[in-house]
């Protein structure tokens, strides 16, 4: 315990202690680290084999690991394209292995984070993943049905296991290394031969989670019927079966002396076993679906993921809850601007609408009414008046200046994707997972008139410029008259989202084969086709002068497209994950962008130049620039998650307090929005210093304790 203790206290006095400056040179790079958690469900989690750090993989698409001890973020390792299945530590904790559904397996270097290698071969998800005891060999499980094994150093497959008939979804190493044990869909648990790739034996076993204990005798497994069951792995015999559960079970694992059966299950429990005699020996209890296990390497401690993003470390033998990692953001789900371009709203999955002042020192006031996700927020023409709009099936109006509740709208029988308001903010238009378009008086909050008919979900609507006519994208795109509420037109083909040019001559739409499709407003006639995303659009908007139109997609890009030309104007690797919403400024010189790894992003349109990042919390925000320059409304003397990592030493973080005098700048936000728009960054930003040149505060007790 002590070499524990000392070794961080002579890394922070060497970053802190200008004295000490043989370090000094060597610190040539310094990266500002947000700990924000997961955006999605925990999938997989693994130890690394000295205790000290865990991995976790999330459906966020990213791979995260975390201190063990302090429950610090060390760092977010982002490549994958789709959700990540599956994490595995190498048996010398050098390498970090993912699986994913964007069919490939990557290796990570775990002192670095960077991205090693990655293994392609397999045609469909790749679902579990496991090294061989000598770590030279990595096994796959795929939903191609097949169990492949590969080279560490070459990347190259090796051998081929064939018999399932449905997706893999678990696998295993015995301890020797000569047996790997597979479970798929097809409900069997087989048995193969690793180094000849012969299939030893089939357990027709009604489950597709597998664990092979630390011995190697046996195998126990999980499924959606709730029950755990031990098999013996030489014969294929059932030797117990543990019940309990009320619902599917994810995940199970053994523990590392083998005398104890840990099971996850959808009933939100952790549970732990007796191999010997079958009988519950502690239940945890989570807030969410339990999705993943892993046993610390000394067995004291077993940790969780859930659902709720959120990993869980408890202690095996009281059964107590030691700590909680993650869990600290929300995806964003939709943004806009003020009509002056002052404020921004955004809604999020915490069912929060947050108003962000921009201008001047920030805030942020959370608006809370909604009781699930907030899918669509919008001002109004005059900037008094918000709308959001959510999965609780309600439209919610707010007051800015007052920042409370107005009126609640309720009609929807189904979640509320799209709102649009009147030029005059008189009316309000709402479109709905229930195919239907309601349009509500803002003053009296009733119902005027439904459009219906729409051939799916509506995820978009759009008044023309003098308000007549309303736009509708759901399945189809259809357009009514707003007085009569007569059906005036309908285009065919199927929508992922819609935006109406602000000459309401151009709709823009999101097509099935990712493009995007002008079309003439009026006749329904192709202009043009913009080519380039590799998954489903999921937001549009025009710039205010409409010679510009910016996408946001599932494939993590922003894009920009010339409106007369169709040609693609600039990419942008904006999140990490899906760009959900895209917004620009009304005068048309920012451009704003919503991400599922729960930031908002600031660019230039003309330059695709990121300006800042917002990074919402809980209660509190942090903003960060490319530069490394930092602010937030945390409490200055006691910061917690936020950290440095110099060098690409990730493992070793560093404490705020090490930059912050030359990083830290309050009203960052407003002043790099401001500086950028009438180009006096230079003047309002004195140029960083090397990081090795930096005279650094000296230690203080708190950071040396």
Not at 583 to 592: A, C, H, M, N
Request: proline share 4%.
């Amino acid at each position: 315990m002590r070499t524990h203790w000392y070794l961080p206290v002579l890394l922070v006095i060497a970053l802190l202690d200008p004295s000490r400056s043989s370090a000094q040179p060597n610190a040539s790079k310094v990266e500002l680290h947000v700990e924000t958690g997961h955006t999605r469900a925990i999938t997989a989690l693994a130890y690394s084999p000295d205790g000290r750090t865990i991995a976790s993989a999330s459906d966020d698409q990213t791979i995260r690991l975390w201190d063990v001890t302090t429950g610090t973020e060390l760092k977010s390792m982002e490549g994958h394209s789709d959700n990540v299945k599956s994490v595995m530590f190498s048996p010398d904790g050098k390498t970090i292995a993912s699986a994913s559904d964007d069919q490939t397996i990557r290796l990570w270097d775990i002192d670095t984070g960077a991205e090693l290698k990655q293994i392609r071969g397999h045609s469909g998800s790749v679902n579990a993943i496991a090294f061989s005891p000598d770590g030279t060999m990595l096994g796959s499980g795929s939903d191609d049905g097949t169990v492949r094994l590969w080279d560490m150093k070459t990347g190259k497959e090796l051998r081929r296991f064939e018999g399932h008939t449905k997706p893999v979804i678990s696998l295993d190493f015995s301890f020797d290394g000569k047996t790997i044990a597979s479970g798929s869909l097809d409900r069997t648990i087989r048995i193969w031969n690793a180094d000849s790739g012969a299939e030893r034996r089939r357990i027709d076993a009604l489950s597709y989670f597998i664990d092979i204990s630390p011995d190697g005798n046996t195998i126990g497994s999980g499924s959606d019927d709730k029950i755990v069951r031990l098999w013996d792995i030489r014969t294929g015999v059932e030797l117990k079966r543990f019940t309990g559960h009320s619902s599917s079970i994810r995940d199970i694992a053994f523990s590392p002396d083998g005398n104890t059966v840990a099971s996850a299950s959808d009933d939100k429990t952790v549970r732990l076993w007796d191999p010997q005699t079958g009988s519950e020996l502690k239940r945890f209890d989570g807030p969410g679906e339990q999705f993943a296990l892993a046993f610390a390497p000394d067995g004291r401690t077993l940790a969780s993921g859930d659902f709720q993003q959120t990993i869980f470390i408890w202690d095996v033998k009281s059964g107590s809850e030691i700590k909680r990692l993650g869990g600290r953001s929300a995806w964003v789900r939709s943004i806009d601007f003020s009509p002056d371009s002052t404020a921004i709203v955004t809604g999020h999955d915490d069912n929060s609408v947050r108003l962000w002042k921009i201008s001047g020192p920030m805030e942020m006031t959370r608006l809370e009414g909604h009781s699930s996700m907030v899918a669509s927020v919008l001002f109004s023409s005059d900037g008094t008046m918000i709308a959001s709009g959510s999965y609780d099936k309600t439209v919610r109006l707010w007051d800015v200046e007052s920042r409370s509740a107005i009126k609640v709208f309720q009609g929807h029988s189904r979640s509320v994707y799209a709102l649009a308001f009147t030029h005059d903010g008189q009316y309000l238009a709402s479109g709905s997972e229930d195919q239907t378009i309601r349009l509500w008086n803002v003053s009296t909050g009733t119902e005027i008139k439904q459009f219906g008919g729409q051939s799916g979900w509506v995820r978009s609507v759009a008044f023309d410029f003098d308000d007549k006519t309303l736009f509708g994208g759901g399945g189809d795109v259809q357009a009514w008259d707003v007085t009569t509420g007569a059906a005036l037109k309908r285009f065919g083909g199927w929508v992922s989202q819609m935006a109406l040019s602000p000459d309401s001559k151009i709709l823009a739409t999101g097509s099935s084969d990712h493009s995007i499709l002008l079309r003439d407003a009026g006749s329904g006639a192709e202009l043009k086709r913009l080519q380039g995303h590799t998954n489903d659009v999921l937001s549009l908007a025009f710039s205010p002068d409409g010679r510009v139109l910016a996408s946001g997609s599932m494939d993590g890009t922003l894009r920009l497209w010339d409106v007369s030309t169709g040609a693609e104007l600039k990419r942008i690797k904006a999140h990490p994950f899906w760009v959900n919403s895209v917004r620009f400024s009304r005068d048309g010189r920012i451009l704003t962008s919503g991400g599922a790894d729960g930031t908002i992003k600031f660019w230039t349109p003309e330059t695709a130049r990121e300006l800042a990042t917002v990074i919402p919390l809980e209660a509190e925000w942090v903003v960060t620039t490319p530069g490394g320059r930092f602010d937030t409304n945390k409490s200055l003397d006691k910061i917690e998650g936020l950290h440095w990592i110099v060098n690409d030493e990730i493992l070793k973080p560093v404490p705020l307090e090490a930059f912050m005098r030359h990083y830290y700048e309050p009203n960052l936000l407003a002043r790099v929005l401001k500086c950028t728009q009438e180009g006096t960054c230079d003047r309002e930003f004195k140029p960083l210093p090397p990081i090795g040149a930096i005279n650094r505060a000296r230690p203080s007790v708190a950071v040396v304790r």
